[in-house]
């Protein structure tokens, strides 16, 4: 079974920049979205950008311009850089892995890492 393992949280200041990594046990990024999610205390699981198979990438309203997504596809590892943090963007940052195939969705998540961005 595919696994996700994400690192480089961490505790930033306002306007302060971090990495985010997601390291795939397989070669999974031709078959699969691969997606960047962060929830908050007492608030639901939001998507902050994806990354196509073929290379395209999406994000929220809240993080354009701000934040990246890319993926090197040698290393099996997704990346998140995140610009101009602000205290708003504290939350537990998820890696998600999505396909839908015949017999439907499939997901697979990482364990998360935190992300706290001080005033």
């Known amino acids: 079974q595919v696994q996700l393992v994400e690192s480089g949280g961490g505790m930033v200041q306002h306007g302060g920049s971090l990495r985010l990594s997601c390291t795939a046990s397989?070669?999974?990024?031709?078959?699969?979205?691969m997606n960047w999610y962060l929830q908050a205390p007492g608030k639901q699981r939001d998507l902050v950008a994806r990354i196509t198979s073929d290379g395209s990438t999406n994000y929220a309203d809240s993080v354009k311009g701000r934040f990246a997504i890319s993926s090197d596809n040698a290393k099996n590892t997704v990346y998140l850089k995140m610009n101009s943090l602000k205290p708003e963007d504290t939350a537990v940052y998820y890696c998600?892995?999505?396909?839908?195939?015949?017999?439907?969705?499939?997901?697979?998540w990482g364990q998360g890492t935190q992300v706290t961005v001080s005033s």
């Open positions: 998600n892995a999505y396909r839908y195939s015949l017999s439907g969705p499939y997901n697979i």
């Open positions: 397989e070669n999974i990024f031709r078959i699969y979205t």
